[in-house]
Each structure stands twice: as C-alpha cells, then as structure tokens.
C-alpha cells in the first residue's frame, strides 16, 4: 500500500471542486446571456399543459444547465400570470430530467478537451467584448473549466485506488440509506447536485465506486438539491416557495420509491450502456461506470417525470397546502403589478415584467384622460391627483428595479430595452403629470369664474378634446408596445388640432366684438382651457415622436408642412 498524503489530497481535490462549480457558474452565464431570451419565449409559449411544460423544461435546463435558473423563470411566469401553478410543476419535472445532461457530459473521457476549449474560450471573451460571441466564449471556457476541474479531482484520488481504508468507507456506501445520506449531505454544502454527481463519475473513473452505491449517491444528491431550494426560498414570494415545495416532493418521493429498485435500475443501466468486455478489473469498472451512472440519473429522472406528470394538479394542491395564502394588510396607495425581484438576475424576463409594469402605468394614465371631462364638469380636483400618485409610486418603484437590472452584465439588445423603458416611465410621468398639474388648476379656474360657454364653443371644445383624448390613447399605446403605426397617428393629428384651434380663435373673436357683459371672463377662461388642451397634446406628440425613426418623422412633418 503506498503513502498518502492526505494534505495534498485535500488540496488539489478542493481546488478541482472549485475549478469544477467556477466552470459550471461560467457555462450557464454563458449560456443564459447568450440564449436567455429565446429560453424565455420557448418557457412562455410552450407551457400550455403539463406535458409540454415537462418537455419544454427539460430543453430549457439542457441549455442553460441550472434547473435553478428555470425555477426562478417559472416563478416569475406565474407572478406574472403566463402560467398556472399547475403547468410550472410539469416544468419543473422536466428540469429535474434536464439536469442529468450534466452527468452525460461529465461521463465522458473529456481531459484531452479541457485545455482548448478554456483556450478557444478566453480568446472568443477577450477580442470580442460586445455581442454574442463574448457570451459563447465564457460558456466554451466555463465547459473547459468543468472537464479541467473533473481531470484534477480524478487525480487527486487516484492513489485512493490501493487504499485499504478509503476501500472499506466505499463498501458502506453500498448501503442504499448510507449512500443517500453522503449524497445528500455533500450536495447541501457545495449546494450543487451537478457536483456530486460530477464527484461520483470521477470516483468511478477511478474504478472506486460501484454503480448501486452511484446511483444511491445520485439519490441522495437530488434530495440535497432540496436543501438548497428550501434555502433559496427563504423570505422569497409565495409562488417561489411553492416552487421549491414541489422540486423537493418530486425528489424525495422519487429516492424513495426507487429506493428498494436499486438493482433493477442499475440492471437497466447496465442494458442500455457499452461494456468494456476487453478490461478486466478496476480497469473495467473505470471504464463501464461512470457511463451507467450517467445513464441511470437519465433514467430515473425521465422515469419519475412521466410517473408524475399525471398528478401535477395533486402536487400544486399539495404545495399550496404546505405554503397557504395568508391576507395581507394593504397599507400602500398602489403596489406594483408585475416586477419579481427573483428574477432580476435573468436580464430578459426582468425587463420584459418591468414592460409590462410600464403598461400598468399607461394603464392608469389612460383611466386618468376618461376622468377629465367629470373633473372639469364637477370641479372635484380629487379623482386626478390621486391617480397621479399612483402613478408617482409605479415610477419609483421601477426606476428602482431597473436600476438593479442594469447593474447585471446586459448584451447589446438587453442594455437597449432597459434605456427605453427608461425613457418611456419618464414620458408617461410627464403625461400623468400634465393631465394632474394642468388640468386641476384649470378645474379650479372654472369653479371661481362660475361661467358657463355657449353650445358652440362647448361643441368646438367637446371636439378638441376627443381628438386630443384619441391621440394621447395612441401615444401610450406608441411607447409601451413600440407601436409606429400608432405613433404616427398622434403626429398627423397636429393638422386636425390646428385647424380646429384656429377655428376656435376666429369663433372667439367673434363673440369678443359682440356686446355681452362677462365676455372677457368667458374668453380669458376658454383660452385657458384651449391651452391646457393644446399642452396635453404636446406631451402626447412628444412620447410618439420618442419612437418614431427620424425617416419617418421627416416624412410626418413634410407631409403635414404641404398640408398647411
């Protein structure tokens, strides 16, 4: 038996470990900045049952390699209202299967690789430093530091091989309970269970470790996995805790009905892998294992997903019993509808929740130009101001989310989106603002002079109004859906409005050589309402124009210079 030396053991099987999770945390930032998006139209789109939420997440986590990261998107689908409890748990399932790619890849002979693609990685990250391209490279990189780390575990406990005690601790683990529990354990403390089973595979390149105490470690590990969702969990919303209530129900009941099957699923592996029949020995277990347990975590996962696909709505009930709604006090004025702090660290879906924030606000700027006319005919000024402070608290709020956003590592079109939705809050702020700053004074106007104008001039201003009413619906529309179409008809409306003003000034004037007592306080008080009316349209005209090419805006203005 040769000496060890447990120091240097220690050492270089921590730093590969550590080379090993570094790898993994760089491939799937790789990944999920350079596919983020298309993962998160593809979770969106194909989670309309649980069948197709199983499938659709096991391709998601297959790409990005982190059922975590599919978690927190689900998570945020039902915040959202995209998808029900019910087909995030097919989704979830689907992960748990997704996730054993990572024991497929790690299976194979991969040493030879490990320097190229950390090579082929870093140059693609350091000569490209915008675009895709970057984000690929880190992934090619963190999948060479994964195969590098996995090379460097192999060798620290090669000489394990001869170790009589190190033999002994191994044949306790073919105790399915023992396994499970060194499983299970290790994955809480490196709060991975890629790692350990990424361990397991090593130990059995080395001809260490027998398929049936893999496949207990391999149980035990997806048990760990739940340790570490309950903690994630922890003083996160409801949804992701419910969540985390169905990742760890799928795992433990499937350790636990697979558990006295061991030997027949590790006789399944065994079917459905190459055997090294030319190898005799610790030769032959190093080179059949590492593959059987690959395999039999693709299995077991697959098996339990099509297992318990059927009863998705039990474990959403179930989950919902373990983590109940409770009613909250509402003390705030408004509380926005669709921002998930979880999923801050995924660019694309943050951005697209703080849209459709965005369409909230428009939402209650738009109820705010329907209470124009009751405010302007009852005089009661509260109606608009408490609208706007809704409006005030929405756009703090998302200013603050996107300030978080943009502090995450954006790619080109993300770091775009986040500048106008920026841009955008501050518009639809301004058109709040001028409906309430504008109009309330006005009201109060109205209600000290205590005129009322004649048919005609009610008429013309009923008319000014819907037209201004119609373009600034079409500028919010414009800039929280980047409608151009819409925007385009908000700048034509200029001509209109002219024309109508004009129409106005020449009514007036009439009526201004006429000899009615309180003309000049009716006059001075419609002046004031053809203002304010005219700087709403402004505000509207600037959000379109916000949007708008400067082709086409060009094109606009000429045609409405030819027009006048």
Same mark, same amino acid.
């Given at each position: ?87 995030? *748990? ?71 091989? +001869? ?38 595979? /090593? ?48 795992? *433990? ?35 059949? /294992? ?11 996962? +697959?098996?339990? +997903? ?65 209470? /124009? ?165 402004? *505000? ?25």
């Amino acid at each position: 038996m040769s000496e060890l030396n447990p120091l240097t053991m220690t050492v270089e099987l921590l730093g590969g470990l550590a080379l090993f999770l570094y790898g993994m945390e760089k491939m799937t930032e790789g990944l999920k900045a350079a596919a983020g998006q298309q993962m998160n139209a593809l979770l969106a789109k194909l989670t309309g049952n649980a069948v197709l939420g199983a499938i659709t997440g096991a391709i998601v986590t297959a790409v990005i390699q982190s059922s975590s990261v599919t978690t927190v998107l689900v998570v945020g689908f039902v915040s959202a209202g995209i998808m029900t409890l019910v087909q995030s *748990v097919g989704v979830i399932f689907g992960a748990n299967v997704g996730t054993t790619v990572t024991a497929q890849i790690v299976a194979f002979n991969t040493t030879a690789l490990a320097y190229p693609l950390i090579a082929i990685g870093f140059f693609m990250s350091f000569v490209w430093k915008q675009g895709v391209v970057r984000h690929y490279g880190a992934m090619l990189m963190g999948l060479g530091l994964i195969f590098y780390g996995m090379a460097a575990m192999g060798s620290a406990m090669a000489p394990l091989r +001869t170790h009589e005690g190190f033999a002994e601790l191994l044949q306790s683990l073919k105790n399915p309970v023992l396994g499970m529990l060194a499983g299970a354990v290790f994955t809480a403390l490196v709060q991975s269970s890629s790692a350990t089973i990424g361990l397991s595979v /090593v130990m059995a390149t080395q001809g260490l470790l027998s398929l049936p105490a893999g496949i207990a470690i391999l149980f035990g590990a997806k048990i760990g996995t739940g340790i570490t969702a309950i903690l994630a969990a922890i003083g996160k919303p409801r949804d992701a805790k419910r969540a985390a209530a169905v990742h760890v129900l799928f795992n *433990v009941l499937g350790a636990v009905i697979w558990l006295p099957f061991i030997a027949q699923l590790a006789g399944l592996a065994e079917t459905v892998s190459p055997v090294a029949a030319h190898l005799e020995g610790v030769e032959r277990l190093a080179e059949e /294992v590492p593959r059987q347990i690959a395999n039999a975590a693709t299995i077991w996962a +697959t098996a339990n +997903t099509v297992f318990f696909l059927p009863f998705a709505g039990l474990f959403a009930k179930m989950a919902i019993r373990i983590i109940p709604d409770r009613p909250v006090e509402e003390k705030a004025i408004i509380r926005p509808r669709y921002l998930d702090d979880e999923l801050i660290q995924v660019p694309s879906m943050a951005l697209e929740l703080a849209r459709r924030e965005l369409g909230h606000m428009a939402e209650l700027t738009e109820g705010m130009l329907g209470k /124009v006319r009751p405010v302007l005919e009852s005089r009661d000024l509260g109606p608009l101001s408490q609208q706007h402070d809704r409006i005030v608290v929405l756009r703090e709020a998302l200013l603050s989310y996107l300030q978080q956003v943009g502090r995450a590592e954006l790619n080109d079109a993300e770091a775009d989106e986040h500048a106008r939705v920026v841009a955008a809050i501050g518009e639809i702020e301004n058109m709040s603002a001028a409906l309430s700053y504008e109009l309330i004074p006005l009201a109060q106007t109205l209600k000290e002079a205590n005129t009322t104008p004649s048919k005609e001039t009610t008429d013309l201003l009923e008319r000014l109004f819907q037209t201004i009413q119609a373009s600034a619906q079409s500028a919010l529309r414009a800039l929280v859906s980047q409608d151009e179409t819409a925007a385009q008809t908000v700048v034509a409306n200029r001509a209109a409005i002219l024309k109508l003003t004009s129409e106005f000034h020449r009514q007036q004037a009439v009526r201004l050589a006429g000899n009615e007592p309180d003309r000049l306080l009716k006059l001075r008080v419609q002046l004031e309402i053809l203002d304010r009316l005219r700087r709403l349209y402004s *505000v509207a005209e600037h959000m379109a124009i916000s949007i708008l090419p400067r082709s086409v805006l060009v094109g606009e203005l000429s045609a409405w210079s030819s027009t006048t």
